[in-house]
């Protein structure tokens, strides 16, 4: 079974470019969480979704940041132009429908130039 | 304001020195508390579960265990591939988030 895919690895983006993370879940699982993580910090979420609704938007900043997770296809986090600011890890995490318990993924290491 | 602190930030222990690893917690009604291990350059792998205080979960050389405001991660006869970071993390019944501690970087030398 394999577990939370995360894509691509690694991502580098001059300032001003799009970034486009993607997140396929676990097998059987219909909710996704994004996170990121900071050198030094600990994981702070973003956002919450479901297939076609984002659910909990509480931790996304206001502007250049998106999600979505259609009916087809993985969940994508997208910035818009980047900054050098918005260099981290960034990961994906999925649960099964009534399950506390969040799976993660490898991440993806997004460095702004 | 719900918030998680894990102590110490940093641990070295010698392979067989067993050790507890501690996670207090704020939050406004617990769901679920969980331990993670994480390894430089990947995700967070989920350990454990804990949803009530007194509840105690074990795996391998790892036991988890809560209460109303802590959680241990007791580690038995440690061994270098326990080498990581331990992240642990809560959520609140009000929401869906995990909350994450800033984590403890567990390094057993042999």
């Known amino acids: 079974n394999a577990g939370v895919m995360q894509n691509p690895r690694h991502l580098v983006r001059r300032r001003g470019q799009e970034a486009r993370l993607r997140c396929s879940p676990m097998?059987?699982?219909?909710?996704v969480y994004w996170y990121r993580q900071l050198p030094e910090e600990g994981l702070k979420f973003m956002v919450y979704?479901?297939?076609?609704?984002?659910?909990?938007e509480s931790g996304m900043p206001k502007e250049r940041f998106s999600a979505e997770f259609p009916k087809e296809g993985p969940s994508i986090l997208r910035i818009q132009q980047v900054v050098r600011g918005d260099s981290a890890a960034y990961f994906c995490?999925?649960?099964?429908?009534?399950?506390?318990?969040?799976?993660f993924g490898p991440g993806t290491r997004l460095l702004v130039l | 304001e719900d918030q998680v602190t894990q102590s110490p930030e940093a641990l070295r222990l010698q392979e067989g020195e067993s050790s507890s690893l501690n996670c207090s917690y704020t939050?406004?009604?617990?769901?679920?508390l969980f331990w993670y291990r994480q390894d430089p350059g990947k995700g967070p792998e989920f350990l454990f579960t804990?949803?009530?205080a007194g509840e105690e979960k074990e795996k391998e050389r790892l036991k988890a265990t809560l209460t109303k405001k802590e959680s241990f991660l007791h580690i038995t006869a440690p061994k270098p591939e326990d080498s990581a970071t331990y992240l642990c993390?809560?959520?609140?019944?009000?929401?869906?988030?995990?909350?994450f501690g800033t984590g403890t970087s567990l390094t057993v030398i042999p």
């Open positions: 097998k059987g699982h219909s909710h």
């Open positions: 979704l479901q297939k076609e609704n984002i659910i909990d």
């Open positions: 939050v406004s009604g617990l769901r679920g």
């Open positions: 804990l949803y009530s």
């Open positions: 995490a999925s649960s099964r429908s009534g399950s506390e318990t969040q799976y």
């Open positions: 993390a809560v959520q609140a019944n009000a929401g869906n988030q995990f909350y």
